[in-house]
């Protein structure tokens, strides 16, 4: 079974991002980039199914400029097969990544994708909803828990009000939460045979998308500062602010 996992190349979690100046934008000029933390779940998910003898090819993409061939360098670390890299430096927003992966999935016919379900740069969590709709195919999205057997997925999400399971036929699409898994770590000798495994490089043009923004963002703002708390007397004063100061209650 082949799969295909997306990965986008993101701001590292721990760097703290400043809006420009000119509020057109974050600058990340200089920041740190990694591997989007759902989508090293998802690489993590389908090297674990390929321990397992369910998957024997895995297929990692990410579409972006030439730096996100590190992200791709660093799941094949992990221990992916091969990787596609859809370059553009247009901006990409999630439907035309969702056209992008609809488009190398016609090509490869993966029969399990699997995508993060949010990239935490955007926080759009869209893309793998976006590429189901396209592909017509079935989704269960935030897996906490995957099994397959006998090209049935069973998928475990964690909702408002507890577990709730699925279960569809193979070929469909995957996105992945938190606890699903937890990542290994990318090891020297393994970053030295990453390098050597194949990464090829398309364009959305050879792949006739129209990767055209739909939204237009207007303007970025840095959230307010908090202001400072104060300690209240006792129980009354507070529930006398809550009511006329805050006007909460
Ligand atoms: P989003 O809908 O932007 O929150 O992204 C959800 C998931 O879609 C990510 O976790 C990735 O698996 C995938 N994805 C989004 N953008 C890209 C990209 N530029 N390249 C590869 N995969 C992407």
Same mark, same amino acid.
Not at 127 to 138: K, S, W, Y
């Given at each position: 079974m082949k799969a295909l996992v997306a990965v986008k190349h993101v701001v590292d979690f721990n760097v703290k991002v400043r809006v420009k100046s000119d509020k057109s934008g974050v600058d990340i000029a200089a920041a740190k980039m990694s591997i989007n933390p759902f989508d090293e779940i998802a690489v993590e998910e389908a090297i674990r199914l390929k321990e397992q003898g369910i998957v024997s090819d895995i297929l990692v993409v990410s579409c972006g400029a030439s730096p996100c061939q590190q992200?791709?360098? #660093? $799941?094949? $670390?992990m221990g992916a097969d091969r990787a596609i890299l859809v370059e553009t430096s247009a901006e990409l927003q999630p439907l035309a990544v969702a056209k992008l992966l609809q488009a190398v999935m016609k090509q490869e016919q993966p029969q399990?994708?699997?995508? +993060?379900?949010?990239?935490? *740069? *955007? *926080?759009?969590?869209?893309? +793998?909803?976006?590429? @189901? $709709?396209?592909? *017509?195919?079935?989704? @269960? #999205?935030?897996a906490s828990k995957l099994t397959i057997e006998a090209e049935q997925a069973t998928v475990t999400r964690e909702i408002d009000g507890g577990l709730e399971t699925l279960s569809f036929t193979l070929p469909g699409i995957i996105t992945t939460d938190l606890r699903l898994n937890e990542p290994r770590y990318v090891t020297l000798p393994n970053i030295m045979k990453a390098k050597k495994k194949p990464l090829e490089t398309l364009t959305p043009e050879q792949l006739g998308v129209d990767v055209t923004p739909r939204i237009k963002t207007l303007a970025f703002n840095e959230p307010p500062t908090r202001k400072a708390g104060i300690v209240v007397a006792d129980v009354a004063t507070l529930v006398d602010k809550l009511k006329n100061e805050a006007k909460v209650i």
């Open positions: 992200t791709l360098r #660093t $799941a094949l $670390a399990l994708v699997i995508l +993060g379900k949010q990239a935490i *740069d *955007d *926080d759009c969590n869209q893309t +793998g909803q976006m590429l @189901a $709709a396209l592909t *017509d195919l079935p989704q @269960a #999205t935030f």
